[in-house]
């Protein structure tokens, strides 16, 4: 059997150390050939040592060489990484804008894409749907509700499928009232009911933001009209995705909230071996729950929708300041609920640009980030 040769890109976040524990399991199945980190000499060095890659590709400013491992840097070195002859598929995990570069240059180059970073699509889908159409490469999605709409996609005809039905945990807050949620700190967005996840999508889920964002990239995933992808709150995380088929039927993906599970799919797709995650197991659920989600305490949800139907280069605004707004709460300098003030006016304020190239939607998002971070300023000064 020949192995699959994979490059891991943000190998030191949730998604990257879960992709590892997967290649640890199937060492059989997977050669590593090259990771990427930001900061992390710690975890690289780990990686270099068990896996034995022969590049390594850093993203920030680190000092770092080592014999026998071609060491790369910045953007270029995701980009050389990401089209090497020897490399199968590209897992694609790094955080922020900058996974839009690796994944253009691995479907050029005919690889498999395992899509782990929302920007790409959020921001940049029209323009990395058309390069995918015109190249041999493919994404396969990671997120688990892609993942999932995915795999039932596979089993119906198109003409069939009238919705596609996202499910979302609701997050830390989601029986908060808006008055609660003025009072909340740090710590407590953190405590996700659910999955263990990085910081920033944490908060995003205890926003809603987070399946806004995902509502965006099933749009371009999928193909379908906006007013056929809807979020159902969904407290268990069992069900991490449904079609309503025109018939009337519902069809359901189910699973113990496990983020190895879509990423080894995405990695033997269409093939299915077993995994290092336990069976579900329905009798010891129990219960299934399902709510409409509620706009008016999460409006950031609701946003997500209209900036899609606006178009242009309003969507990679609006991701663009909600990282700003996350970060600066992250970071102390503004309440839970500054982080949808933030975005609002950064949207607001925004003159869109329809039709737009990839380097409009760069601009667009360097604009978005300098707005946000004056109307995080402006917010400090309030408090202060």
Do not use: C
């Amino acid at each position: 059997m020949k192995k699959i040769n994979i490059a891991l890109l943000g190998a030191s976040g949730s998604i990257g150390q879960n992709t590892l524990e997967v290649l640890r399991f199937h060492k059989d199945r997977f050669n590593l050939i090259a990771v990427s980190v930001h900061r992390n000499i710690k975890k690289l060095e780990e990686i270099i040592q068990e896996f034995k890659p022969r590049y390594a590709v850093i993203t920030s400013e680190v000092n770092y060489s080592k014999k026998d491992i071609k060491i790369l840097r910045g953007i270029d070195g995701l980009k050389e990484v990401a089209a090497l002859p020897d490399v199968d598929t590209v897992v694609v995990a790094t955080a922020g804008t900058v996974g839009v570069f690796p994944t253009i240059n691995a479907l050029r180059s005919g690889k498999r894409v395992a899509l782990a970073n929302k920007e790409t699509l959020v921001s940049f889908g029209g323009i990395v749907k058309k390069i995918e159409s015109e190249s041999s490469g493919e994404i396969i999605p990671v997120d688990s509700e892609h993942s999932a709409i995915f795999q039932l996609f596979t089993r119906f005809e198109r003409e069939e499928i009238q919705d596609i039905v996202l499910t979302a945990s609701g997050g830390a807050f989601r029986n908060l009232s808006r008055e609660d949620m003025k009072r909340v700190t740090m710590e407590d967005a953190l405590k996700h009911p659910t999955w263990s996840m990085g910081k920033k999508i944490t908060v995003d889920s205890a926003t809603l933001m987070n399946k806004g964002l995902e509502v965006i990239e099933a749009y371009w995933l999928f193909s379908m009209d906006l007013e056929h992808i809807k979020v159902v709150i969904h407290p268990q995380s069992i069900v991490h995705g449904m079609l309503t088929l025109k018939d009337g039927a519902i069809v359901a993906h189910l699973s113990i909230p496990d983020m190895k599970i879509p990423i080894q799919y995405a990695l033997t797709y269409p093939e299915r071996i077993e995994s290092p995650v336990k069976n579900l197991d329905l009798t010891e659920i129990k219960k299934l729950e399902f709510y409409e989600p509620d706009y008016n305490r999460f409006p950031l949800l609701k946003l997500a929708y209209d900036v899609l139907k606006d178009g242009g280069t309003m969507p990679a605004v609006m991701n663009a300041s909600n990282e700003i707004a996350v970060y600066a709460f992250l970071d102390g300098k503004i309440g839970f609920l500054d982080i949808e003030r933030v975005v609002f006016q950064t949207v607001e304020k925004h003159k869109i640009i329809y039709n737009p190239s990839l380097h409009d939607l760069l601009e667009a998002d360097k604009w978005a980030r300098e707005y946000a971070n004056h109307l995080i300023q402006e917010i400090s000064k309030e408090k202060n």
